[in-house]
Nanobody, 112 residues
Framework: QVQLVESGGGLVQPGGSLRLSCAASEFSLMLSYMRWYRQAPGKERELVAGISTTGGSTEYADPVKGRFTISRDNAKKTVFLQMNSLAPEDPAVYYC?????WGQGTQVTVSS
């Protein structure tokens, strides 16, 4: 069964950092452009960041530019999202996406 499994979420203070991971069950998924999305309560799911198959091209939503970094390790079938300077607007469930496949999400909470 094709799966994407996110991990690394948790509770962090404002200004803190978290590193999310998305592990793919099949190498074929790593041949895809991959994205991180997030969805806060009462809001629509929004794109956070995307990365090309080789990692040579990335994109970021304006609210996270300069604070978040997306990367990938195809040999480990994993995509990462390094989140620094976390702010009160960042709490959400973060989802990994490749083609039509979605993970179950990982919760990020920012609170003092």
């Amino acid at each position: 069964q094709v799966q994407l499994v996110e991990s690394g979420g948790g509770l962090v203070q404002p200004g803190g950092s978290l590193r999310l991971s998305c592990a793919a069950s099949e190498f074929s998924l790593m041949l895809s452009y991959m994205r991180w999305y997030r969805q806060a309560p009462g809001k629509e799911r929004e794109l956070v960041a995307g990365i090309s198959t080789t990692g040579g091209s990335t994109e970021y939503a304006d609210p996270v530019k300069g604070r978040f970094t997306i990367s990938r390790d195809n040999a480990k079938k994993t995509v990462f999202l390094q989140m620094n300077s976390l702010a009160p607007e960042d709490p959400a469930v973060y989802y990994c996406n490749a083609r039509s496949y979605w993970g179950q999400g990982t919760q990020v909470t920012v609170s003092s």
